[in-house]
């Protein structure tokens, strides 16, 4: 059984022939970088290129394919790239300002980039309507996705958006049902999942 049909099965609620096991392949089934790094030394995996951190908030990376094959990871992950008009920048405060305008700070010896700036905490409808939100249908997020999948097509792939808990954040500790809300009205959540699915 090919880890995909593994996956399949257990999704269509049919018992493959072992439980399916992922690592990596969304945002919150991924490795942080420190923890990666300790995982190899463990595993007595020699990193043959550089660590690839593909969701900069959490630090999380993308685990080299001998780290997956030797735990018999039935999943591979497709991220999509950044915007063509966004690219992270550093501060010498240790912070970044995300394709959603929220400034994320990392202590010196944490693990993550934490939101301290809440774009839309006091906002108003109006303000909504204005704000400058990422463009989901970006070209650039999409370039080679296809020629990445290829090779893994055995595996079960996922490519994964979560822009719900980013309203969270945009919205400071308010709720966020407004900012979703919005986001329905506008349809822009149809344009996110109309181009991720």
């Known amino acids: 059984m090919t880890p995909k049909q593994r996956v399949l099965m257990a999704l269509n609620h049919?018992?493959?022939?072992?439980?399916?096991?992922?690592?990596?392949?969304?945002?919150?089934?991924?490795?942080?970088?420190?923890?990666?790094k300790k995982l190899c030394s463990y595993l007595g995996v020699t990193l043959s290129e550089e660590i690839k951190i593909v969701e900069r908030a959490q630090q999380i990376v993308t685990p080299e394919e001998t780290v997956l094959q030797s735990l018999c990871i039935d999943t591979r992950?497709?991220?999509?790239?950044?915007?063509k008009n966004w690219e992270i920048s550093l501060r010498e405060d240790n912070s970044y300002i995300d394709e959603w305008g929220i400034t994320r700070r990392k202590s010196y010896d944490g693990l993550y980039f934490d939101p301290v700036v809440f774009p839309l905490k006091e906002?108003?409808?109006?303000d909504l309507?204005?704000?400058?939100?990422?463009?989901?249908?970006?070209?650039?997020?999409?370039?080679g996705l296809k020629e990445k999948t290829k090779p893994i097509d055995?595996?079960?792939?996922?490519?994964?958006?979560?822009?719900?808990l980013t309203c969270v954040i945009l919205n400071g500790t308010k709720s966020s049902s407004r900012i979703l809300n919005y986001f329905k009205s506008t349809k822009l959540e149809d344009k996110i999942y109309t181009k991720i699915i």
């Not at 439980?19 to 420190?34: A, R």
């Not at 992950?77 to 915007?83: A, E, N």
């Open 77 to 83: 992950s497709v991220w999509l790239k950044r915007p």
């Open 123 to 126: 906002s108003e409808i109006e």
């Open 14 to 36: 049919k018992e493959p022939d072992r439980v399916p096991v992922d690592l990596g392949s969304t945002n919150v089934t991924s490795i942080n970088v420190d923890s990666y």
């Open 129 to 143: 309507r204005t704000y400058s939100w990422p463009d989901p249908g970006d070209s650039e997020r999409f370039k």
């Open 154 to 164: 055995l595996f079960a792939a996922t490519l994964i958006e979560n822009y719900e």
